[in-house]
């Protein structure tokens, strides 16, 4: 168990460039999600995907935004045409699924942070 | 919808004090409640957990109960030292639907020697 995986670590791009983020969650663990940290704020949720399935999606997840987790492992965030409003931490975190919905706990990765220049 | 209110920080105390953060919370149902620790440079990692009313959670010298009357999950250390300075998130998962996290702030704590 190597914990969860993000990367790249830090990314500087020019407004108006995609950009795309990787996570690689912790192998056992079917659900995955998605959240982004502000400076000064708590994370807030974007998405969540269990296994391959999208389930949720927050409203704070604009159309520029898309998220995949083909075959139900990795999964890759995607931003399009950044704006300077989208430098923030991308956090992801997985967990196991209980039977009834529920969860074990979330595990954290280091996060990618983004700066749109 | 499900909120977390947390002290405004930055907590700044001296080795050896006792801490304490406060952490409230509005939700339906019954929410499991976290506190989480993000060190600078680094992703949040699980501090403790309480899924139910009265239940204390505890790692690390860290506590915190669970009070539904009061609807609060304050963060208590007898004795801090110098590398729990980090920034601390109150955070509940709702009891129904899907399983996001919902998280408060944050609380800055620094400890001098």
């Known amino acids: 168990d190597t914990g969860v995986s993000q990367d790249p670590r830090h990314k500087i791009t020019k407004r108006g460039q995609n950009v795309t983020f990787r996570c690689d969650p912790i192998?056992?663990?079917?659900?995955l999600y998605w959240y982004r940290q502000t400076l000064g704020q708590g994370p807030e949720f974007l998405t969540y995907?269990?296994?391959?399935?999208?389930?949720?999606k927050s409203r704070l997840l604009s159309d520029r935004f898309s998220a995949e987790r083909p075959k139900g492992s990795f999964s890759t965030l995607e931003i399009q045409r950044t704006e300077q409003g989208d430098s923030a931490m991308y956090l992801c975190?997985?967990?196991?699924?209980?039977?009834?919905?529920?969860?074990?706990?979330?595990?954290f990765g280091p996060g990618t942070r983004l700066t749109v220049t | 919808g499900n909120s977390v209110t947390q002290m405004e920080g930055p907590v700044t105390l001296s080795e050896e004090a006792f801490l304490t953060i406060n952490c409230t919370y509005t939700?339906?149902?019954?929410?499991?409640l976290f506190w989480y620790v993000q060190y600078p440079g680094e992703g949040l990692q699980l501090l403790l957990k309480?899924?139910?009313?009265?239940d204390k959670g505890s790692n690390k010298g860290f506590e915190a109960t669970y009070r539904k009357e009061t609807t609060s999950f304050h963060l208590e250390k007898g004795s801090v030292q110098v590398s729990d300075s980090a920034v601390y998130f109150c955070?509940?998962?709702?009891?129904?639907?899907?399983?996001?996290?919902?998280f408060g702030t944050g609380t800055r704590l620094l400890v001098s020697p």
């Open positions: 975190a997985s967990s196991r699924g209980l039977a009834g919905g529920s969860s074990y706990e979330q595990y």
């Open positions: 192998s056992e663990h079917n659900r």
């Open positions: 995907f269990q296994n391959e399935a999208q389930l949720e």
């Open positions: 939700a339906t149902g019954y929410p499991s």
């Open positions: 309480a899924t139910k009313a009265d």
């Open positions: 955070a509940l998962r709702g009891y129904t639907g899907f399983q996001k996290l919902v």
